[in-house]
């Protein structure tokens, strides 16, 4: 039996199945997973996922009981569970990715989406399974009063679920991202956002990225539910239970991320990156192609950077790593039809002969993207909305000079924000505006920036944010 559990939808590891049927492991994407993979591991934590793909599957098959550690991969303790295809699509691409990231991002095409019909219902009944099978796991897997974390937007009725079977567990719920402000959650039906809403307080302590995705929750629970929030002691009481909530910035393993960056992998990309942009300045951005990250309005905005300032035509290029994400949906397939269209346009407006201004990669290469944060001279994070953003933390902690042109919708500019150039996501101009003062900032400037950027980055490395939620359920 089991004194702490982690559990979240994906896991620190995927399978990919070849046509030998060989199984090849690789690690799993997101700021969940970088966040959470080596602290789990290093503390014996069993973290419980869901098989995302058939490889996953295939792997859960041949390990016993879906222990994947016990079939011989170096994991860490792991639980996989293979819900069935059809549940697991209905409740992970059309309710968690297509209805409660949009609600927490901001995302919708108001006129048009969201639509709540007989369809809609079928798939909330799959999410409701989904989140049973998790705690189903979960009660197995827990010994008696163990503690059990449990992660994002994919779980947000497990908790209560869980309570339900296993009164003696210490459960903690922790959102990864944004929270919608009361009127905009309300969007959902009122069943449905009531059952969310009391699906996190069925834990004893609800966690957030910053105090104002805390506050947009503790506003959902008192205008939705009639909830009592004490937003000074931090707690929200409904139907007799009262369910602390706590706010934990996550940030990056300085020393960790910093020595995976001197493998020869990474360093034979900045060899081959060096060669390909010569001593140009690099303006460098690194995300999943997805639709908060607002890729589209920062390629416009460095197109209208270059329209503005013809002197730097020939010295600078912008590295844009679109690695892809989510392509069940049909709206992701089309926002990077739409990146690639965007970068297509700079391209033949402003590339010669000798000058490439923009370099758009939409395939995934972990040792690439580090070599190039180690190289950035700026780096752009502009998204919509964002938990946190664990990017505008990582490249401080790579690159000796960068200037980081920042969202002030992202959750990171609550730490990072005084050393940042922060931008409205909306304003290209703005942040077009930015990009060239980031590039011209003095040297002496920029690097008293990045230093202190360092600092607020690397302050709540993961094993502290594990730390201060184990804390929070003693
Ligand atoms: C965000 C979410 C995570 C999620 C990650 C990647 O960081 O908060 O829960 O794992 O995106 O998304 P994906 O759908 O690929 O798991």
């Known amino acids: 039996m089991n004194n702490i559990l982690v559990a979240s939808n994906r896991g620190p590891v995927s399978f990919t199945v070849s046509d030998d049927g060989e199984l090849t492991v690789r690690r799993g994407g997101g700021g969940l997973v970088s966040g959470l993979s080596g602290v789990a591991k290093d503390d014996g934590v069993l973290w419980v996922c869901a098989a995302l793909s058939d490889g996953d599957r295939s792997a859960v098959r041949l390990a016993p009981g879906g222990r994947i550690d016990q079939a011989g991969y170096d994991t860490g303790p792991l639980r996989m569970l293979d819900i069935p295809p059809a549940t697991f699509h209905r409740a992970y691409n059309a309710v968690a990715n ?42 197995e897997e827990a010994g008696h009063e163990a ?9 947000t009725l497990t908790p209560a679920m869980l309570r339900a079977e296993r009164p003696d567990l210490r459960i903690a719920h922790f959102s990864h991202t ?41 506003d959902c629970c008192e205008a939705l539910l009639g909830a009592e929030a004490d937003r000074v002691g931090r707690s929200v009481t409904h139907a007799g239970r009262t369910t602390r909530i706590g706010v934990h910035s996550l940030g990056v393993d300085g020393a960790a991320l910093w020595e995976r960056a001197c493998e020869p992998d990474v360093e034979s990309h900045m060899t081959a990156l060096k060669e390909q942009v010569g001593d140009r300045k690099l303006i460098v951005r690194i995300d999943r192609t997805e639709l908060s990250k607002n890729i589209v309005r920062g390629l416009v905005a460095y197109g209208e950077f270059l329209g503005a300032h013809p002197e730097w035509h020939g010295k600078v290029v912008h590295l844009a790593f679109a690695y892809p994400s989510r392509h069940d949906l049909p709206e992701y397939r089309e926002y990077t039809a ?8 700079i391209e033949d407006e402003y590339a010669t002969e ?10 995934d290469d972990y040792p690439r993207s580090l070599a190039a944060y180690r ?20 490249g401080p902690v790579l690159s000796p000079r960068c200037a980081l042109v920042l969202s002030r919708e992202a959750g990171a500019a609550a730490e990072l924000g005084p050393h940042a150039l922060l931008v409205n996501p909306y304003d290209v101009s703005g942040t077009a505006a930015a990009l060239h003062d980031a590039l011209v900032m003095p040297e002496e400037e920029r690097r008293a ?16 944010w594990l730390a201060a939620q184990l804390h929070a359920l003693d």
């Open 178 to 218: 944004p929270w919608a402000p009361p009127e905009y959650f309300s969007l959902l039906p009122d069943e449905v956002a009531t059952e969310v809403l009391e699906g996190i307080l069925g834990a004893d302590h609800a966690g957030f990225l910053t105090d104002r995705w805390a506050q947009s929750f503790m």
């Open 147 to 155: 503690r059990v974390m449990i992660q994002d937007y994919h779980l």
């Open 354 to 363: 000798d000058w490439d201004p923009l370099i758009l990669n939409v395939n």
């Open 338 to 345: 739409s990146v690639q269209r965007c970068a297509q346009q």
């Open 449 to 464: 920036r990045r230093d202190r950027l360092h600092a607020a980055a690397t302050a709540l490395p993961p094993p502290k």
């Open 98 to 139: 297509s209805t409660l990231w949009f609600v927490n991002h901001l995302l919708y095409d108001i006129p048009n989406a969201p639509v709540f019909g007989t369809k809609f219902g079928r798939e909330w009944e799959s999410y409701r399974d989904y989140n049973g099978a998790f705690a189903l796991a979960l009660a």
């Open 375 to 394: 190289m950035a001279d700026v780096l752009l994070v502009n998204p919509i909305r964002d938990g946190m953003n664990l990017v505008a933390k990582e």
